[in-house]
């Protein structure tokens, strides 16, 4: 099995804040959640492409993907069931030898992020073509998106309780301004990310895929995403999205394993239908709303902001003045903080950095919450949880596992470097 930190299929590129790695292993995610536009999908050779099951994923030798059921073509034309192989260029397909190699012989279909050269035919034993699907410009997010939500994923997932060891033997002033440092960067990126996605759909259905994703919470993004393609606010707006047959359509692609019930896809299929409904001009609320947000320096005290700005009573009112109260607690929270505010920074140029940072931490994971009381940075009196400490706690984090990261992706290119010329010297 490949070890996603030394996974050798990995493109290099540079981001918003510096360069970011985009391994070939995020695009079998990609593949297997189906976070990408599926009505949009269509194949090199004109064909339309329907994906009725991604097959099922396989970690060892072999096709990435086995027993995947797709339709080449128009309704009603023949499923096929084969096997699926993903790569990050097309190229790497004849780079790896997999026409010479039998395990290779059932693959139906080739998935590749970038376009490859016009000419380019992907082809199997004895000279078949296999049909190739482009991904890069189906995606729902860039690809920066897609590799920071997966540093924070895999983050999520390790045992890390000793991860701020390294910040509490420090001043309580410099963790301070540290993780406000850490916390600027996030901000930028957030609002960085909000203006691609303004630029790419327009305000209104900006905020309609913010919403939905966001509501999606970490397990369900993807088919929330798919979902606010297919129906654009107006479609609900007008009626004609019922949130069951949305639910029912997508059955496949749910997790609810170990979902709460309050974050069930069903009942947040319904909470929006029953925000648009009360609140069908959302996105133009939150618009004009941007004017009476108060301007907040971030290295304010939070409990002193907070008490100053009245932002609990502020927190109800935007509520109900957004969505009716449809939504509300931590989600709401979520919802201002990873949706509303940065892309209102984009939207009006209006300044809520400070905001941002001293909201309220939303659906704050353990994890977090605890290193931040490690570290003494939070007391619960003197400086309450906030998104932005949390943030930058976060930031860190995420900066601390790509140092570590750094010198075994250096010494693999040296290694490959190393194979490479013995290749040519011995050939």
């Known amino acids: 099995m490949r070890d996603e930190r030394t996974d050798p299929v990995v493109a290099e590129m540079q981001g918003l804040e510096g360069a970011f790695s985009f391994p070939e292993r995020l695009l079998q995610k990609v593949w297997l959640r189906g976070d990408f536009s599926r009505a949009a999908a269509g194949l090199r050779d004109g064909r339309r492409l329907r994906v009725l099951y991604p097959g099922k994923w396989n970690p060892l030798g072999g096709p990435d993907f086995t027993g995947a059921r797709l339709r080449l073509g128009e309704v009603g034309e023949g499923e096929v069931t084969g096997d699926v192989e993903v790569h990050l260029h097309a190229g790497d397909w004849d780079a790896h030898r997999h026409a010479q190699d039998p395990a290779y012989e059932g693959v139906v279909l080739h998935v590749v992020l970038f376009p490859p050269e016009a000419a380019h035919v992907t082809r199997g034993a004895g000279g078949r073509e296999i049909p190739v699907l482009v991904l890069l410009p189906l995606l729902h997010h860039s690809l920066e998106e897609l590799a920071a939500d997966e540093a924070v994923e895999k983050l999520a997932d390790r045992a890390w309780s000793r991860l701020p060891d390294e910040l509490g033997a420090r001043p309580a002033g410099e963790i301070a301004g540290l993780l406000r440092r850490q916390a600027e960067v996030r901000w930028r990126q957030k609002v960085g990310f909000a203006r691609r996605r303004v630029e790419r759909l ?85 618009r004009a709303l941007a004017r009476a947000l108060p301007a907040i320096a971030p290295a304010e005290e939070t409990r002193v902001v907070r008490r100053r700005h009245r932002l609990t009573e502020r927190r109800e009112q935007l509520a109900e003045s957004l969505c009716a109260q449809a939504v509300g607690g931590p989600r709401f929270d979520n919802l201002m903080c990873d949706g509303v505010l940065p892309l209102l920074a984009v939207e009006t140029g209006c300044e809520v950095e400070g905001l941002w940072h001293h909201w ?5 994971p353990p994890m977090l919450n605890a290193g931040l009381r490690q570290v003494g940075v939070v007391d619960g009196r ?16 995420l900066e601390r596992e790509a140092q570590q990261v750094a010198p075994i992706r250096t010494e693999r290119a040296r290694r490959r470097m190393e194979a490479g010329a013995n290749l040519k010297r011995f050939p």
């Open 382 to 397: 003197r400086q309450p949880a906030c998104h932005g400490i949390a943030q930058g706690l976060l930031g860190w984090l």
């Open 202 to 286: 327009g305000w209104e259905a900006a905020c309609h895929h913010a919403a939905l994703e966001i509501l999606g919470y970490r397990f369900n993004r993807a088919p929330m995403l798919r979902l606010a393609g297919e129906y654009p606010l107006a479609e609900w707006v007008a009626g004609r999205v019922n949130p069951d047959t949305l639910y029912e359509g997508e059955r496949a692609s749910w997790s609810v394993q170990g979902v709460r019930p309050a974050n069930q896809p069903r009942t947040r299929l319904r909470q929006y239908a029953g925000w648009v409904q009360a609140r069908p001009d959302w996105p133009e609320c939150a």
């Open 360 to 364: 309220f931490p939303g659906d704050l």
